[in-house]
């Protein structure tokens, strides 16, 4: 028996890295994960036992116990959950003002899923060499100001002049990072200013739609800047399970301290008398933008985020 790391998933083909090798693997039998019912049993960044046949190919038998994995609800007629990457020790978001818009709510339901899975989020504001008028220099600011003040890491990036890819490199160094965003957010182009040999494949933005096409098809695993870093396909949707709507206030860290003095434990911040979260929203101490998107994500208007205005 040997043991590897899942480097690269394409859904039904795994390639495991053990010691300098590399080896295409198949599962064997079932895999759950707390009993979720996922579109993909095994992702890129698990640990897994593997048998090698006589063909040289390898036979998956057993998968290790994650640390943690993030997971996004898929939005089709299937419901089914994806785990995007797993065992991390952070999660980047690449986010962009235009070219295309990455929306605060898409924002916000990645960062309730990093919660929820105790995984350290940052989110990265790549193509800032776009960003040349007072609009949009007021817009990233807003942007920056809004997660800054509810507790996360923010970096401003150009993968097109290298700008803040050095401070990159330094928050990836001896970690695993796994990278999400919109279609045409610039995260393989981020990837090859950190990692030039990689010369990942990238594709413009569609000019009609603004909106990015899919460049990345499958996660993979490649080694960057003293430490790993998962490469996934475009996101267009990021859908929450309703376990975690049952609990999202929890998932609002900038909410905690104001919630110990609502009148009720078990306080909702929506239609409860003497809420602290609720004045506090009122009197500026908390983004209004991400109290509206917290009620919009509870109510369950999932597709919220395409009509969202920006901050």
């Known amino acids: 028996m040997n043991t590897g790391t899942v480097i690269k998933s394409t859904g039904s083909n795994y ?9 295409n693997c198949k599962i064997r039998g079932k895999f759950r994960t707390e009993n979720l019912r ?5 992702a890129a960044g ?12 390898g036979v998956i038998t057993n998968i290790h116990e994650r640390k943690n994995f993030l997971t996004r609800k898929s939005t089709n007629l299937s419901k089914q959950t994806h785990i995007i990457a797993a ?12 070219n295309p818009v990455t929306y605060p709510v898409f924002i916000d339901r990645w960062l309730i899923a990093c919660e929820n899975r105790n995984i350290t989020p940052v989110i990265i504001f790549n193509k800032t060499d776009l960003y040349n008028t007072k609009e949009l220099k007021s817009k990233l600011k807003k942007y920056i100001e809004t997660y800054s003040n509810a507790g996360y890491k ?25 990278i999400s965003g919109n279609s045409g957010v610039g995260k393989s182009s981020i ?22 096409k899919h460049t990345t098809t499958f996660a993979e695993m490649f080694p960057v800047a003293g430490g790993y870093i998962i490469d996934t396909p475009g ?14 206030h929890l998932y609002f860290p900038e909410f905690k301290k104001f919630a110990k003095q609502c009148r009720f434990g078990n306080c909702t911040h929506t239609n409860e008398p003497d809420c602290a979260v609720k004045k506090a929203v009122n009197n500026d101490k908390i983004s209004k933008l991400r109290y509206n998107n917290y009620i919009n994500i509870l109510s369950g208007e999932e597709n919220k985020y395409r009509q969202d205005k920006y901050l």
């Open 15 to 23: 390639i495991v890295k053990y010691g300098n090798k590399t080896i």
């Open 38 to 42: 996922t579109t993909n049993p095994i």
């Open 46 to 57: 698990d640990i897994v036992d593997f048998k090698i046949q006589k063909d040289h190919t």
């Open 87 to 98: 065992n991390i020790d952070i999660a980047i978001l690449v986010a962009a003002i235009i």
């Open 154 to 178: 923010c970096l401003k990036v150009s993968a097109e002049t290298n700008y803040g890819i050095n401070d990159l490199k330094k928050l990836i160094n001896n970690k695993i990072a796994v």
């Open 191 to 212: 990837i090859n200013a950190l990692e030039p040999n990689l010369n990942l494949k990238t594709k413009k933005i569609s000019e009609y739609h603004k909106q990015g």
């Open 235 to 248: 996101i267009k949707s990021f859908g929450l399970d309703k376990e975690i709507k049952k609990h999202l």
